[in-house]
């Protein structure tokens, strides 16, 4: 079974349109389909479906809390051979050139035997010729957001916007969608979407700063300038150029100049984009992202294997079995020597479990203890620096 799921009609010609403005917006709150939507299909029970979470739910496919628009396939079965379903209405975007269609998608890309379903977001100017948006949409667990740029059909006057739900003839799942959003979007606007957090770090040794950036302007992206500051200090910037981000595509960075820590302390890492294609920014709003960190002192350990090789063994005892210990398999100090902390973990059962035991200050005479239970019958544990089964 296949289903296409369009968008309403809307003029654009002859107006003019500023950045962020909302050309369509539905969430699929009323028991119907809205005005200027239309179902085609030969699925016997309708195809699409509108209604709550709960209602469009089945046993193997659990859509969560949220009023959407379904392509149901659940609990009944259609042969690929039958032609495909389509809710659709003409678009006119003459007149644009930055157009982009946000949307939240459930659809897990779930595979039963030996069948995989499909979705894709797609493109027709006649109805008949259909065109991919991008990739295949991926699977999630649950509700995800998603943005596509309709940039390459900006300017057209009869444009069709469909969801495309196929199960590959088999017995599958479904895909829902809700809050679509279909709005102009400015030339130039690089979103820092991901700025990698690193919750501790040693005095004098590198601290890399690095993140992604995700273009959601009309326009390529070929150069990039960030920065970044240690509590609202002097900014370290740098620029990246001969770039090729393409609207709606994504760009991982690393600023070659990492923070190198001269004290130890609590600090906030501060990191923003100040400057796009060498101009401004249309939205700076979405520009800048920021972290705390702890600084330890930088401990090197001393190479103590003659001495302990000429002298009898002395054993300190940190902890017991009333301490939850039991039976430890393997144990590591964590990376950063200067939190003074240890991590045992303790023997599996098939009953029930395994643990990890972590020591807080665990050179002092009186550490503190933190113990973590893993019910799975045959857990798998990471430790501070290693795995271990």
């Not at 809050?179 to 005095?203: I, Q, S």
């Not at 390529?220 to 240690?230: N, R």
């Not at 400057?275 to 800048?288: L, Y």
Request: hydrophobic letters at 35%; a negative charge.
């Amino acid at each position: 079974m296949k289903n296409l799921v369009l968008t309403p009609a809307f003029i654009l010609a002859g107006i003019f349109y500023v950045q962020g403005q909302i050309l369509l917006q539905e969430d699929f709150e009323a028991p119907s389909l809205p005005n200027g939507w239309s179902v085609q299909t030969l699925a016997t029970d309708g195809g699409w479906k509108i209604g709550t979470a709960s209602a469009l739910s089945s046993q193997f496919y659990d859509r969560q809390q949220q009023f959407c628009s379904h392509g149901r396939d659940q609990r009944r079965r259609l042969q690929l051979r039958q032609k495909p379903g389509y809710l659709i209405t003409p678009v006119s975007i003459s007149g644009l050139t930055s157009v982009a269609m946000q949307f939240d998608l459930f659809y897990g890309a779930n595979t039963y035997q030996g069948v995989t379903e499909r979705a894709t977001v797609e493109v027709s100017l006649d109805g008949v010729n259909w065109v991919e948006l991008g990739e295949e949409l991926p699977g999630h667990s649950g509700w995800e957001p998603h943005s596509i740029s309709l940039n390459a059909y900006a300017g057209e006057s009869n444009v069709q916007i469909a969801f495309h739900y196929d199960d590959e003839g088999g017995w599958l799942y479904g895909f829902a969608v809700d809050n679509v959003t279909v709005e102009v979007t400015p030339d130039l606007d690089a979103e820092l979407t991901e700025l990698k957090e690193r919750a501790f770090g040693e005095e004098n040794t590198p601290f890399p700063i690095g993140g992604q950036i995700f273009n959601s302007g009309g326009t390529t992206i070929t150069s990039l300038e960030i920065s970044y500051s240690i509590d609202g200090g002097p900014s370290i910037s740098e620029t990246f150029d001969n770039l090729n981000v393409e609207s709606f595509g994504y760009y991982d960075f690393e600023i070659s100049s990492p923070w190198l820590p001269d004290a130890s302390g609590v600090f906030e890492v501060t990191a923003e984009i100040t400057a796009v294609n060498g101009g401004a920014d249309e939205n700076p709003d979405n520009n800048s992202a920021s972290f705390e960190t702890e600084i330890f002192p930088k401990v090197t350990p001393p190479n103590l294997i003659d001495q302990f090789l000429l002298v009898d063994p002395v054993f300190t005892v940190v902890a017991t079995g009333a301490d939850q210990l039991d039976k430890p398999t393997d144990l590591d100090f964590f990376p950063i020597l200067a939190k003074d902390e240890l991590w045992v973990v303790n023997e599996r059962t098939e009953n029930t479990g395994g643990s990890t035991l972590t020591l807080y200050n665990a050179s002092s005479e009186t550490p503190d203890f933190l113990q973590r239970v893993d019910g799975n019958a045959w857990p798998f544990h990471v430790t501070a620096n290693r795995y271990c089964v």
